[in-house]
C-alpha cells in the first residue's frame, strides 16, 4: 500500500474481520480519489447480498450492483462488503434496501454520480429489480442522472 493510503486511516483494510449481526452504515469508510480531475465509472458487483424480508422474516437473496462516477472521496471496498453483510439480518423489502443503500453513499462519499441495481431473486413466483440514482445538483450530473432514470432499460 502506497504511503498516501496509508495515512488514510483506514480502520478495517488489512485486519482481522468483523462482521456487524445488523444494518451498520457506520463500517463505511472512504478515501481520497486521486484522479478528481477525470470522470471515470467504478462499478462494485455483490452477487450474494441477503436480508430479511421485513413481514416474514424469510431470507431474501440478490445481487447489488453499484455505479458511480467518483468526486473527491471513494467507499473503501472491504468497508463496502462488511456493510453491505450488515444486511443480512435486517429486515426491509427491496426497494428500500436499494435506495438506503444508494443513500448512505451519497452522504459518505457525495460522488458526482451514482446508480444502484438490486437484482433479487424470485419469491412467490415474482422477481423485482429496483433501480435508484442520484446525481450531483447543479451539475451536469444531474441531468446524467434524469436522463439515465428516465432511459432506464428492465434486466
Given at each position: 500500500?502506497?504511503?498516501t493510503r496509508?495515512?488514510e486511516g483506514?480502520?478495517?483494510?488489512?485486519?482481522?474481520?468483523q462482521?456487524s449481526m445488523?444494518?451498520?452504515?457506520?463500517?463505511?469508510?472512504?478515501f481520497?480519489?486521486l484522479h478528481?480531475e477525470?470522470?471515470?465509472?467504478?462499478q462494485?458487483?455483490?452477487?450474494e447480498?441477503?436480508?430479511?424480508?421485513p413481514i416474514?422474516g424469510?431470507?431474501d437473496?440478490?445481487e447489488?450492483?453499484?455505479?458511480y462516477?467518483?468526486g473527491?472521496r471513494?467507499v473503501?471496498?472491504?468497508?463496502?462488503?462488511l456493510?453491505?453483510?450488515s444486511?443480512?439480518?435486517?429486515g426491509?423489502f427491496?426497494?428500500?434496501?436499494?435506495?438506503?443503500?444508494?443513500?448512505?453513499?451519497?452522504?459518505?462519499m457525495?460522488?458526482?454520480?451514482?446508480e444502484?441495481v438490486?437484482l433479487?431473486?424470485?419469491?412467490g413466483?415474482?422477481s423485482i429489480y429496483?433501480?435508484?440514482?442520484?446525481?450531483?445538483p447543479?451539475?451536469?450530473?444531474?441531468?446524467?442522472?434524469?436522463?439515465?432514470?428516465?432511459s432506464?432499460?428492465?434486466l
Amino acid at each position: 500500500m502506497s504511503e498516501t493510503r496509508k495515512q488514510e486511516g483506514l480502520q478495517h483494510l488489512g485486519q482481522k474481520t468483523q462482521y456487524s449481526m445488523d444494518y451498520d452504515p457506520t463500517v463505511l469508510e472512504t478515501f481520497e480519489n486521486l484522479h478528481q480531475e477525470n470522470d471515470y465509472w467504478v462499478q462494485f458487483n455483490c452477487p450474494e447480498f441477503t436480508t430479511l424480508c421485513p413481514i416474514t422474516g424469510q431470507p431474501d437473496f440478490a445481487e447489488i450492483k453499484i455505479l458511480y462516477l467518483p468526486g473527491e472521496r471513494m467507499v473503501e471496498s472491504k468497508s463496502l462488503k462488511l456493510y453491505l453483510f450488515s444486511f443480512r439480518n435486517h429486515g426491509d423489502f427491496h426497494e428500500d434496501c436499494v435506495n438506503t443503500i444508494m443513500k448512505d453513499l451519497v452522504r459518505l462519499m457525495n460522488p458526482k454520480y451514482i446508480e444502484v441495481v438490486g437484482l433479487f431473486t424470485p419469491r412467490g413466483g415474482i422477481s423485482i429489480y429496483p433501480f435508484a440514482n442520484y446525481g450531483r445538483p447543479g451539475t451536469k450530473y444531474a441531468g446524467l442522472a434524469e436522463q439515465r432514470l428516465l432511459s432506464h432499460q428492465l434486466l
